[in-house]
Every structure is written in C-alpha cells, then in structure tokens.
C-alpha cells in the first residue's frame, strides 16, 4: 500500500491514524483514502442516511397517504 496517501478530508486538519482506501460505503463501488478518524465519522454518517433512508418501508408507511410508493 501506497505511503503517501492522503486523507480525502485533509482539508478539514483533524486527521488521526493511518491513511487507508477504505471500504466503498456507495453503490459507486469507488473507494477513498481517509485516515482512522475520518472513516470513523464516515461510517456515523453513513449510518445516519441507512436510518433515514432504509431499504424497506417503516413500519407506519401508508402507501395511500399522498400516493407515494415506497420502491418503483
């Protein structure tokens, strides 16, 4: 593995740990270079958007409510 990677989040001058490619967390399959600390925060975020956004319909999803459907 490459030693002078740099952090995707660089920018933001709080990197901590290594620098890896991490795991594609997209449907992109594109994997970045991010430190420990900013893979850590992007797996928080990651999973903030699976909770707002899941795959199947909640519980309380009324598909006659406004028309929507949940999946086309």
Not at 2 to 18: I, N, R, T, V
Not at 31 to 59: E, G, K, V
């Amino acid at each position: 593995m490459p030693h002078d990677l740099k952090c995707l989040d660089s920018h933001k001058g709080d990197c901590d740990g290594p620098v890896e490619y991490r795991y594609a967390l997209s449907s992109t399959g594109k994997s970045f270079p991010r430190c420990d600390h900013h893979w850590t925060l992007r797996l928080m975020a990651q999973d903030q958007i699976n909770r707002r956004y899941p795959t199947h319909a909640p519980a309380d999803f009324d598909p006659m409510y406004a028309g929507e459907v949940w999946d086309d």
